[in-house]
């Protein structure tokens, strides 16, 4: 009851703390020429669940968890081809070496606070191993990735997120429209300056879908649309630096080998670069890849490739403008992160022929 109850109070502040602001299709911003999904969300990928946790409590506690599962059903005995791409390696990606070596992912994936990974990554264990089917599996590799939501808005050392919140965060999973902003994983995150988050956005590349979702909290120079609107936000030509990460998970039905979705993921690096990532000393740029398509009787060929790539990287670019739009001011830890102002930033690109 207490899990249920945690996950239903949590759901409902990020959903109405994110009502009143846009998307980026809704200021008409359009990333690329490919086209979305009817969701234009990760889940647009059939069988692709999204659940969040998300924690503020007192004064000091800003953050959360996310989990992504690429179906419902017992991942330990379903597996799923994946792989991970580390643009930077500056972060804590458990569980990311055996899905690189077997190209396979067995549990949900999380996406969370750094020093909450440890914690996520056992509470995810003890679900998996509770699962039917799994009492007698002795190995999981549970899959958990981070950004650093301490540096401004959460009490990070308190390491808030445990078996409850993930728990609420796996079992309220749900396909349909993603909640985005300041929720789960990104309540406390930062990004270009401005309030991060959770975002998503997908693509139509053929008969194939292309999901993405990202945990933004990073530096750099916020570009949209290849338009400097942080800097001309800021009247400054210096970007905002400082360190941080971004996690970039990839859905696709498109039925990819574990060696192809490793160029996928590498692929968000490109839709990165686009906004303005500054790619820091201190920001970890990790990608996680995977297909819903198992045992295929027939691959993708090398050749067939280039339109998911482009899709990819479409998606990753307006999921980073997603979750900028998206998040909502955030007082915490006794700082406040504004969020990207909608007004001026509409007045930017309107005056640079993006916008009518």
């Excluded at 988050?197 to 933004?216: D, F, N, P």
């Excluded at 630096?241 to 192809?260: L, M, W």
Aim: with cysteine; glycine share 14%.
């Amino acid at each position: 009851m207490r899990v249920a109850l945690l996950c239903f109070l949590c759901g409902t502040v990020g959903l109405a703390a994110g009502q009143t602001r846009p998307r980026a299709r809704d200021l008409g911003i359009v990333a690329g020429i490919l086209p979305t999904g009817p969701l234009n969300a990760i889940t647009d990928v059939a069988g692709v669940l999204v659940g969040h946790t998300t924690l503020i409590r007192g004064d000091t506690i800003r953050t959360g968890v996310t989990a992504v599962l690429p179906h419902a059903g017992n991942l330990f005995r379903d597996k799923v081809p994946a792989a991970v791409f580390v643009g930077n390696g500056f972060g804590k990606l458990a569980g990311s070496t055996q899905v690189n070596e077997l190209g396979e992912i067995e549990t949900p994936i999380l996406l969370t606070s750094t020093l909450d990974v440890p914690r996520a990554a056992d509470a995810l264990i003890d679900y998996m191993l509770a699962l039917p089917g799994n009492e007698a599996v002795r190995s999981i590799n549970p899959l958990v990735a981070e950004t650093n939501d301490g540096y401004l808005l959460n009490d990070i050392r308190g390491r808030h997120v445990g078996h409850d919140e993930v728990f609420a965060a796996i079992q309220n999973a749900k396909g349909g429209p993603v909640e985005e902003g300041a929720v789960g994983a990104g309540t406390g995150s930062v990004a270009f300056g401005w309030k991060g988050g959770i975002g998503t956005s997908s693509r139509k590349a053929g008969e194939y879908t292309i999901g993405v979702l990202v945990q933004t909290n990073f530096g750099g120079d916020l570009t949209i649309a290849g338009i400097p609107v942080g800097r001309e936000l800021r009247k400054s030509v210096g970007p905002n630096s400082g360190n941080g990460s971004i996690v970039i998970v990839v859905a696709t039905d498109a039925p990819v080998d574990a060696r192809n979705l490793r160029r996928m993921a590498a692929r968000t690096m490109f839709g990165l670069a686009r906004t303005g990532a500054d790619g820091s000393n201190g920001s970890g740029d990790y990608a996680i890849a995977f297909s819903t398509a198992r045992n295929p009787p027939k691959l993708v060929t090398n050749d067939g490739m280039s339109g998911l790539f482009v899709a990819t990287i479409e998606a990753t670019e307006e999921a980073i403008y997603n979750s900028l739009l998206k998040a909502v001011t955030v007082t915490g830890n006794g700082h406040t992160v504004q969020a990207l102002p909608i007004e001026e930033t509409k007045e930017i690109l309107r005056a640079h022929g993006v916008l009518r």
